[in-house]
């Protein structure tokens, strides 16, 4: 535990913490007026003559569980990128700063250290999703309401997405701590994180659909392939057909992270860090 307060202590006394949190609010502020679009057009739009299959998922993806869903984990798609860079700089800021040596002088448990820093940066990812939560509970039952949609606060597919939002945060922050010890550079890290978040978030979206339309939809089930894609799959309030399952996605992120911050603490082990 001392370790931990420790590395707790090294990032509460950086500026980098709130930094982020600046950064987080405009991100979050844009992203529920987009979402807020996109209910509004959902839940009284009209879409047409559409084929069964578009039906079908047409109609889940218009379900008030997920609708509600969407709004209350609004905020994950740059709250995951800010919690992964997070990881990323409890690590290279050591390197960075050149401290590495003087911690692992006085821990020289190598592997204890790295487990600090990985329940470290958990605890502040934990805490993002915890400060965007409590916006959307304030915010989001405005916005269904106003979109007649409902508050659904006692729908228990909602709090399930919510708490999978926070599994998520937890399990982006452990990928973002990997990175780290791979690459030492804070800025060679931070790019290369930022670069495959939103390289896998929109290029493989863009790909898995244009593949769909020729090969058929069980291309969409390549989505489980994709960490930023296999997050997103884990809040939404119902199953959408023809993609995979949010269990599947929360099953896939999880071994993502569990490989990541196996990698992170065998690494650092090995590592001449002089």
């Not at 700089?89 to 790295?114: D, Y």
């Not at 605890?123 to 269904?144: E, Q």
């Not at 708490?163 to 982006?172: E, F, I, T």
């Not at 996605?249 to 603490?265: E, F």
């Amino acid at each position: 535990m001392n370790l931990v307060r420790s590395e707790l202590l090294k990032i509460r006394t950086t500026s980098t913490w709130w930094i982020f949190g600046l950064i987080t609010v405009p991100l979050w502020a844009l992203a529920m007026a987009f979402n807020w679009l996109q209910t509004e057009a959902l839940a009284n739009g009209d879409f047409g003559e559409v084929s069964a299959d578009q039906a079908d998922q047409i109609d889940a993806v218009r379900d008030v569980a997920n609708l509600a869903a969407n709004i209350y984990t609004n905020g994950q798609f740059f709250g995951l990128l800010i919690v992964m860079l997070l990881g990323i700089v409890v690590v290279t800021s050591e390197f960075f700063h050149q401290t590495v040596t003087t911690t692992f002088l006085t821990a020289p448990h190598r592997t204890a250290v790295m487990m600090a820093k990985l329940i470290a940066a958990g605890v502040l990812a934990l805490l993002f999703w915890l400060g965007t939560t409590l916006l959307n509970l304030a915010v989001g039952p405005l916005i269904l309401n106003a979109t007649d949609v409902g508050a659904h606060l006692g729908d228990g597919a909602v709090w399930r997405a919510v708490a999978l939002n926070g599994l998520a945060y937890l399990l982006w922050s452990v990928l973002g701590v990997g990175l780290g010890v791979l690459i030492r550079s804070q800025i060679g890290a931070t790019v290369t994180g930022i670069l495959l978040y939103l390289g896998g978030a929109i290029g493989a979206a863009i790909a898995i659909g244009l593949l769909a339309a020729k090969f058929g939809d069980w291309i969409n089930q390549l989505q489980l392939l994709v960490p930023s894609l296999a997050s997103g799959l884990m809040v939404s309030g119902t199953d959408i057909p023809g993609n995979p399952p949010r269990w599947a996605g929360a099953a896939v992120l999880i071994g993502y992270a569990v490989v990541a911050g196996a990698i992170g603490v065998l690494t650092i082990r090995r590592r001449d860090i002089s």
